[in-house]
């Protein structure tokens, strides 16, 4: 293919991963940009930077952007925050359209995370402050719509793990696959994840675990939403930052950036049609989600391209089993390269960026290398696809394919019964002030969806044996009988 002057590249990235001389978010950041810029080999890309997109964070800083200018030499650049709700590589996306398009030259994209210094200032009864920062970004993101409604959070709450689980369980329905088989698979192929993270410079566990550790309660790997146990789950109490510098191709040639440095976005896709778990028609299956993947698929198959290096969102299993489903790949452990959010990290609201730069590094050592990164937002709520190479194959294609998904996938009316016969289509069982609870997403006669609660232990226990999705059961109110 024939590049032009406004074909967007990647040009400098940077990693960071502290685990004992610990700074706050803030600091992060500059660290990360810095690296960034001098991973580029050439520091006068600081003057070319005109966009600067952060991710909010569990931090409380209303800007970084304007801050992280002053102290790298970036002037005029414009700042985004992308609050919670947003998919990352959203940011991406914007940022080779303002390339494409003529309207900057370069953008750092960048996130960062200090909750493990938290975590340590609380254990030591310490002090945790922060850098105060009030002045507000040019541009705030903001999705659209609530990830969850009243129905489902009086039951699940805020905590992603319960809503994730439930989807799970209805995966392994659909599979026809038991409850052991399906536990043990998932504790097989993440198993094999947390190898991979132990040889992850980066990453944040310092041994694998095997297969038993990850499948068995123990006071170290507590139940979180049943059949998730804490090391099936995203780690987010980590100090990690992660940057990406994005060049025009003019931009990159005249600082004469090493050709050993690029790294070529190729395409990327998204949906952004949000439904609230509970009303999804398909717990597993998702318009937005195989429009979004096919749209990638079909341009590999024009250009004749297959990916051979995967990092699928893994915020919990169901995350890289639904993209495998997707994409039609086998769910197994070369779906990720950085091993994990559970065993490589999962900062809060910036894992797509850190699994972006592992791809982007990856590719460089291995120039064969074609890379898809996937994304997730919220309750698995919105997706993206990206595919990288080190190599320009074509024009840079983008598609959202939100208006066609809003347009096939409707969202199911809740039920009004107060009692009755309804079907269960998925559950997770909690742990509650030392009892357990189970919480059911059911259809009624109808096809309306009703949010349940059991608290009958005898039939708790039997819902960890037994499969209960798909079968009928009676209620009183919001609760089974």
């Known amino acids: 293919m024939t590049k032009n002057k406004n074909t967007p590249v990647v040009i400098g990235v940077s990693s960071i991963n502290q685990k004992t001389q610990l700074d706050e978010a803030l600091v992060l950041m500059d660290l990360a940009t810095k690296q960034a810029i001098d991973d580029c080999g050439n520091v006068n890309i600081s003057s070319y930077i005109n966009d600067i997109q952060i991710p909010k964070g569990y931090w409380k800083y209303r800007d970084p952007g304007k801050w992280l200018s002053k102290k790298n030499g970036i002037s005029d650049a414009k700042t985004s925050i992308a609050k919670v709700g947003v998919l990352q590589q959203s940011l991406i996306d914007s940022a080779c359209k303002k390339i494409i398009d003529g309207e900057v030259g370069a953008s750092l994209i960048l996130g960062a995370e200090s909750r493990y210094k938290m975590i340590q200032a609380l254990k030591n009864n310490e002090s945790y402050k922060e850098t105060k920062l009030t002045t507000n970004p040019d541009n705030y993101i903001k999705a659209q719509d609530e990830l969850r409604i009243p129905e489902e959070e009086k039951f699940l709450g805020k905590m992603a793990v319960g809503y994730y689980s439930i989807i799970e369980s209805a995966y392994r329905f659909n599979k026809k696959n038991s409850i052991e088989s399906h536990n043990d698979k998932i504790a097989e192929i993440y198993s094999e994840f947390s190898q991979i ?271 209960w999705v798909g079968k009928e059961v009676e209620f009183v109110g919001d609760y089974l009988i």
Not at 377 to 396: H, P
Not at 441 to 451: E, S, T
């Open 197 to 467: 993270a132990t040889n992850n410079k980066d990453g944040w566990i310092d041994r694998p675990f095997s297969k038993k550790e990850i499948m068995n309660c123990s006071p170290s790997n507590k139940l979180q939403a049943y059949p998730y146990n804490k090391l099936h789950c995203t780690s987010w109490n980590v100090n990690q930052a992660s940057a990406l510098i994005i060049c025009s191709l003019e931009v990159a040639d005249k600082l004469k950036i090493n050709e050993r440095k690029r790294v070529y976005p190729l395409a990327s896709s998204q949906t952004n049609h949000m439904i609230p778990t509970i009303q999804r028609k398909n717990l597993i299956k998702s318009d937005g989600m195989q429009l979004a993947a096919d749209f990638i698929s079909n341009y590999c198959n024009r250009n004749d391209i297959k990916p051979n290096l995967f990092d699928m969102y893994s915020c919990f299993p169901i995350a890289v089993e639904l993209f495998a489903d997707t994409l039609n790949k086998k769910f197994d452990a070369s779906l990720t390269i950085t091993g994990g959010m559970p065993y490589a990290g999962g900062p809060l609201n910036h894992f797509v960026l850190t699994s972006t730069v592992k791809m982007i590094e990856k590719i460089r050592e291995d120039i064969s290398g074609i890379g898809l990164v996937t994304g997730v937002s919220g309750l698995m709520t919105k997706q993206s696809y990206a595919l990288w190479a080190k190599e320009c194959i074509s024009k840079y294609e983008f598609k959202d394919v939100t208006s066609v998904a809003k347009k096939l996938d409707i969202p199911v009316k809740l039920s009004n019964l107060e009692n009755g016969k309804v079907m269960v289509i998925g559950y997770t069982i909690l742990e509650e002030d030392g009892k357990n609870k189970a919480i059911l997403f059911c259809n009624d006669k109808d096809n309306k969806r009703k949010v349940l609660v059991c608290d009958n232990q005898k039939y708790i226990k039997k819902m960890k044996k037994v499969e």
